[in-house]
């Protein structure tokens, strides 16, 4: 457990040793003495002013090669039981250290092999339980965990499978569960087969709660996995999604906590969120890569004010040997708020990387790069807290970082 005296003074020597232990003893990752250990942790050494963050502030514009600036460790411990009867039950603990904050994304008991529905698996605590993710900007489209709840993943519905969840506003890290009284609901329809090569998923969720600013709400998302789209190993991922109120896109909570003294309290005009996206992922011989373009619209909680944020940018890797490879990312990204300046950004990153193989999502990667960043005023103007203190309009990066899952 974190509250280990022993184990805090472990993880206290830095985010980094876990990378040399999972690296240099790989051979542990997968099972200890009965229980299942997995993680990620990445972090390295950076040279400029700020050392990441160039980003407009929308979800999908963090376009992270040489940009993320940061340390952390992730650690699941899962352990398994045989109940007999094709019955088992699982108990899943995730502590995790993230710039020197200790935290704990998951812990939760689950159970599987019941005779009424033996595929399903009924769950209680905090589980995450992301769905799909588009990693070049780390950010996950379909996300409904990481408050305390219950529920069920795959029951067999014939032509699709059923997960459903119920939460309250607390979860490990914000022991506060009462925030405005709130409760969500979930429904993720998965595994629907629309056409060959083709999957469709759909999540739904609903919000309740006393909220001072703006309204309750709910939201849809629909993704759609084609493989070999075009030609043989492309697969593209289409996404639509829509929520208002307190209910975000990804399929939680969205801005919990408002109070009286906020700003517009007492106006019942609740936000709007609405995104379309679209990423290709390939793999072919020594060439691979990540690609995305996405358009969001946002007008918060009480505000007529709707923000649009473009993306479109991608990721490219190339193998030159085995352990070596090429990696190059170009981001372009834009925000404008109703009756303001259009801001834009623009990141170009160069990283020669070392890898276990030449891939593009092969790990552990160790990467050098250099890291590009340019912005009009606008964006300069709405940042001058952070990248675009000091009249700056361009900045460039450069360090080594680590990247490891296992």
Known sequence: MIKNLKLKKMFRLSPLVGVLLTTSVPAMAADVGGLEVTGYTRGGVFNGTPRGGYTLGGQMQGFRLGNEGDNGFELELRKTFDAGDGMKWSMDYMPTVWNGSFGANQAYAEMTGLDFAPEAK????????????????????????????????????????????????????????????????????????????????????????????????????????????????????????????????????????????????????????????????WQTGKFGGQALVVLQNTKPEGSSINTKDTTIGGRVSYGITRNFKMLAEVGMTSRKPDNSANQTLNKVTIAPTLSLASDFWSRPELRFYVTQASWNDAARLANVGSFGAGGRTSSTTTGAQIEVWW
């Open 122 to 281: 009924f769950w209680a605590g905090q589980r995450r339980l992301r769905i799909q993710d588009v990693h070049i900007v780390d950010h996950f489209f379909m996300d409904y965990g990481i408050n305390f709840g219950a529920g069920m993943t795959d029951y067999n519905l014939g032509f699709a499978k059923l997960g459903v969840g119920v939460f309250n506003g607390g979860s490990l890290d914000n022991a506060n569960s009462k925030q405005n009284n709130a409760r969500r609901v979930n429904v993720d329809l998965s595994e629907i087969q629309s056409n060959p090569g083709g999957v469709v998923r759909v999540l739904g969720t609903v919000v309740s709660g006393n909220y001072v600013l703006g309204s309750p709400g709910s939201g849809i998302g629909i993704s759609h996995n084609q493989s070999d789209f075009l030609v043989k190993g492309l697969t593209n991922t289409f996404f639509l999604q829509t929520a208002s109120g307190h209910a975000g896109l990804n399929g939680q909570f969205d801005s919990l906590g408002d109070t009286l003294n906020a700003p517009f309290a007492g106006d019942k005009n609740g936000s709007s969120k609405n995104r379309i996206g679209d990423s290709i992922n």
